[in-house]
């Protein structure tokens, strides 16, 4: 898990607003699993505008950005259009109005047809 502040904030060095608060998504998951896509889910945060899931297949060097999920109940989101038997590496990154934090990273196997 990994947090990024962007800029300074107006209460001065070493204090937070509610605006630095952002934490990393929290029971990240796979609820289902086929060859051709990953079904996960996590647990709303307060804080972020909306989450960024990233993956590449394990050994990629480049990470495919999937659309954008905004904050709300029982996020969700559907990576598709996958390789079936292969292993992927797949994260959520939470994106707060000062900063960023991404979660664990899963190692999701796709299933074979």
């Known amino acids: 898990m990994a947090c990024e502040t962007f800029g300074t904030n107006s209460c001065?060095?070493?204090?937070?607003?509610?605006?630095?608060v952002c934490g990393s998504p929290l029971d990240f998951k796979s609820t289902e699993i086929t060859p051709y896509t990953i079904k996960l889910s996590w647990t709303q945060l307060v804080f972020p505008i909306q989450y960024f899931v990233e993956y590449k297949v394990?050994?990629?060097?480049?990470?495919?950005?999937?659309p954008v999920v905004p904050n709300g109940p029982n996020p969700t989101d559907?990576?598709?259009?996958?390789l079936p038997n292969t292993t992927y590496y797949v994260r959520v990154t939470a994106v707060c109005p000062a900063s960023t934090c991404t979660s664990v990273t899963l190692v999701i196997t796709t299933k074979p047809i």
């Open 58 to 66: 394990v050994g990629a060097a480049l990470w495919t950005l999937n």
């Open 78 to 82: 559907t990576i598709g259009v996958l």
């Open 12 to 20: 001065g060095p070493g204090c937070l607003t509610m605006d630095d």
